[in-house]
């Protein structure tokens, strides 16, 4: 039976009302629910379904004020008290049966969210959208609980609903913060660890896919997709003196060797149904073999929260949680931290280029297309099948900027790097013509996705001492890594993509062949100063097909070590900073696979055994002599000796440290022949000590070299004053460095 409405003065509410308070679809719930004073009279509402009575306590529920009317069989109550016994504050206590609980009712309680904070919001301006936007646990009102709040003007209402109301999403539905378009409700008791989504209806009353926090902290294990509450608040961190001085340890001037990393392959359990290492056990594994390699930094392939293990976290659905795959937001700090007290700094790979399509997304969030392009011709992404933001709208670019800061903030990452930059650069990236619409100046630049970029560079390095950011960028866009101020990006690096293609060309060549092909080693050059570059050997080079980087070397299996070795040599003797995919640092010989791990038993057997010890000695020898760094992103701090010996395949080049130290000559021979004889320029008088030579023993070489090194003889070449006769070991990578006895 149903019960008769109560004509309480100007709270009354009428039938319809009443109907759109049991069915969830009242669009101002607070106007009616929760305590309405009126003169001396109060006249408290709640909404409990599964109650057959409510009555009203003290705060502390010690003590009972008045029972409440049941006034829909739904579980809808209603009744009156004096104001002056609920005027600092109250509690209901509901029952059915001989079972009772307490509550604090939802619709009791103020907004949380400030003016000022929705004003910042709606500007598009605000530094930490994250700090209001999402789930946050806090005490309001003196009350523990969780303040949800949600975007989405297009809405008609919208409800927060999770394990805490069974799902129900009738009995929270959230406040609406008017022009803003955000949508807020504070619901006490509801702590960390809860399981929640928003039920949206659109603006005609359609209620659509139950969606994810756009701003969740934390998610549930895949399949699932529910959003998890999470606090973010009471890490110990233990990383001052790293954070502090990590600005001298990553920059243009320093030496700078990255090991990338996908979390799911590098090492998996025997676990079919969770086969992936935890943040805690990646750290007893993961970090000593880093440290023990001598890579400076850590990139993670993107582990912001995704649904499909196919795209490797380039399909992100939260961008604001780190997934579950690997653990908890504090294990992932903790993780971080460790990094940190290891001296190893961490890049995060970040994709704001795209998200997917699926349902629990951003895709359509409020009814509209409210974070994507609403015409295809700027809003899909033919390559990959999702969904390009709308970079132009104030609040998706703050959503985008706010997340970049929030992942070096809150979890101390020293740097992003950044996705599928040329796909955000250029309005017909990938489309043919009529499938792109050009910009208000009739051009191909995106100026929106500019904007984006140039603002979240801004942001990062002024709110984040000592970071950088990283631009992976495939063409000859100007001045990536240039500050803005300067008309540039303001990246701090760019990927040289140009020198990984030309190079990789070359070392798949047949040696015989390769005199034709020269210039693809030396072409890099020419532009090697225009930016600031990374040298990326990354996990693209190694998928959909291109097999492995020791799979590509050509001849027999000696000769492929042998030219991998050389490679390995060149690369970290050339100008630029160093990155290197997993895997590679062994030879793995099957191109990788994101569903299996690393073929780590491929170190039983000599010739990886030996690859690996050389990208050891690889990264100490660059580490520990500046003219192999300290330059690396200025002209003056290469020279060739010889770079047009194609007939050779030999290739010869200086590398200056600037004053104090002491240059190094790189010399190449990436033919199969031993040169004996060969003789090389050299600026200075003197000894000059063999530092490292690809074709030593140690190494699975021939050990062939020049005995520790040469002397040099007052016979100019190379427009050097000096020079010396040197012996060049064949498919090998040699570096002398001046050593005045």
């Given at each position: 039976m149903r019960g008769e409405t109560v004509p309480l003065g100007q709270v009354a509410m009428d039938q319809n009302e009443i109907e759109a308070i049991v069915n969830g679809r009242h669009t101002d719930p607070f106007a009616r629910l929760g305590r309405h004073a009126e003169g001396n009279t109060s006249v408290i509402r709640t909404y409990a379904p599964g109650a057959e009575k409510v009555e009203v306590y003290t705060p502390a529920g010690k003590r009972p004020l008045?029972?409440?009317?049941?006034?829909?069989?739904?579980?809808?109550f209603e009744g009156e008290l004096a104001s002056s016994k609920a005027g600092g504050g109250y509690r209901l206590k509901a029952s059915s049966g001989s079972h009772s609980w307490f509550y604090d009712d939802a619709y009791r309680f103020g907004p949380v969210i400030s003016d000022l904070d929705l004003h910042l919001?709606?500007?598009?301006?605000?530094?930490?959208?994250?700090?209001?936007?999402?789930?946050?646990?806090?005490?309001?009102?003196?009350?523990?609980?969780?303040?949800?709040?949600?975007?989405?003007?297009?809405?008609?209402?919208?409800?927060?609903?999770?394990?805490?109301?069974?799902?129900?999403?009738?009995?929270?539905?959230?406040?609406?913060?008017?022009?803003?378009?955000?949508?807020?409700?504070?619901?006490?008791?509801?702590?960390?660890?809860?399981?929640?989504?928003?039920?949206?209806?659109?603006?005609?009353?359609?209620?659509?896919?139950?969606?994810?926090?756009?701003?969740?902290?934390?998610t549930e294990y895949r399949p699932n997709t529910a959003s998890v509450v999470r606090t973010l608040d009471g890490y110990g961190w233990e990383d001052s003196a790293w954070m502090a001085g990590r600005g001298a340890r990553q920059n243009m001037h320093a030496p700078m060797s990255v090991y990338e990393v996908h979390l799911g392959s590098w090492m998996r359990t025997w676990d079919s149904d969770n086969p992936y290492l935890s943040y805690a056990e990646l750290t007893e594994r993961l970090i000593p073999y880093v440290k023990d390699m001598g890579f400076t930094h850590i990139e993670l392939m993107p582990i912001t929260e995704y649904p499909f293990d196919g795209s490797w976290g380039y399909q992100p659905v939260g961008l604001y949680s780190p997934t579950r795959r690997f653990g908890t937001p504090a294990e992932f700090k903790a993780f971080i931290d460790a990094c940190h007290?290891?001296?190893?700094?961490?890049?995060?790979?970040?994709?704001?280029?795209?998200?997917?399509?699926?349902?629990?997304?951003?895709?359509?969030?409020?009814?509209?297309?409210?974070?994507?392009?609403?015409?295809?011709?700027?809003?899909?992404?033919?390559?990959?099948?999702?969904?390009?933001?709308?970079?132009?709208?104030?609040?998706?670019?703050?959503?985008l900027i706010s997340n970049a800061h929030f992942w070096l903030e809150e979890y101390h990452l020293d740097g992003l790097r950044v996705d599928a930059v040329a796909s955000m650069l250029y309005l017909d990236y990938s489309r043919k013509d009529g499938e792109w619409l050009p910009n208000e100046h009739g051009g191909n630049e995106n100026l929106e996705a500019i904007a984006l970029l140039r603002a979240m560079n801004e942001r990062a390095y002024g709110l984040n001492d000592g970071i950088i950011t990283v631009a992976e960028e495939s063409t000859a866009y100007p001045k990536v890594s240039a500050p803005t101020y300067d008309g540039g990006l303001g990246f701090g690096f760019k990927w040289n993509m140009g020198w990984m293609n030309d190079t990789l060309k070359y070392m798949s060549t047949e040696p015989v062949h390769r005199k034709h092909h020269h210039h693809q080693m030396t072409f890099g050059i020419q532009y090697a100063f225009s930016e600031n570059y990374v040298l990326p050997l990354s996990h693209d080079e190694v998928v959909h097909g291109k097999g492995s980087l020791i799979g590509r070397m050509p001849g027999d299996r000696w000769q492929k070590f042998a030219n991998l070795r050389a490679y390995y040599g060149f690369m970290w003797c050339h100008p630029g900073k160093k990155l290197l995919f997993m895997g590679g640092e062994f030879a793995q010989e099957r191109e990788w696979d994101a569903d299996n791990s690393l073929d780590w038993h491929l170190l039983e057997n000599a010739d990886h055994k030996n690859i690996q010890s050389l990208v050891r000695d690889l990264n100490r020898l660059y580490r520990e002599t500046p003219a192999l760094h300290r330059r690396d992103c200025t002209a003056d701090g290469f020279q060739w000796l010889d770079g047009g010996a194609a007939n050779d395949n030999v290739l010869s080049f200086l590398r200056w440290g600037g004053e104090g130290t002491k240059p190094c000559i790189v010399l190449c021979n990436f033919s199969p022949v031993v040169r004996h004889g060969y003789r090389i320029g050299m600026p200075y008088k003197g000894f000059w000590a063999e530092r490292l030579n690809t074709d030593a023993q140690f190494y699975g070489g021939s050990d062939v070299g020049n005995g520790g090194g040469v002397d040099t003889e007052p016979v100019p070449w190379h427009i050097q004053p000096y020079s010396a006769m040197v012996t060049l070991p064949p498919l090998t990578t040699v570096v002398l460095q001046y050593a005045p006895k």
């Open positions: 008045a029972k409440l009317s049941r006034i829909h069989d739904a579980g809808l919001l709606s500007e598009g301006t605000h530094e930490r959208a994250y700090a209001c936007l999402g789930a946050h646990i806090l005490t309001h009102e003196g009350v523990a609980g969780t303040c949800f709040a949600v975007w989405a003007p297009g809405a008609h209402h919208v409800a927060v609903v999770g394990d805490f109301n069974h799902w129900n999403s009738t009995q929270h539905v959230m406040r609406s913060r008017g022009g803003s378009g955000i949508w807020e409700l504070f619901v006490p008791g509801v702590g960390d660890g809860a399981h929640y989504k928003f039920c949206v209806f659109s603006g005609g009353g359609k209620q659509l896919p139950l969606k994810a926090d756009p701003f969740a902290f934390g007290k290891a001296e190893i700094g961490v890049l995060l790979d970040w994709v704001p280029g795209h998200f997917p399509a699926d349902d629990h997304g951003l895709v359509k969030f409020d009814g509209t297309h409210l974070f994507e392009h609403a015409d295809p011709r700027k809003g899909y992404h033919p390559d990959w099948n999702t969904l390009i933001f709308n970079f132009g709208r104030r609040e998706v670019a703050n959503y």
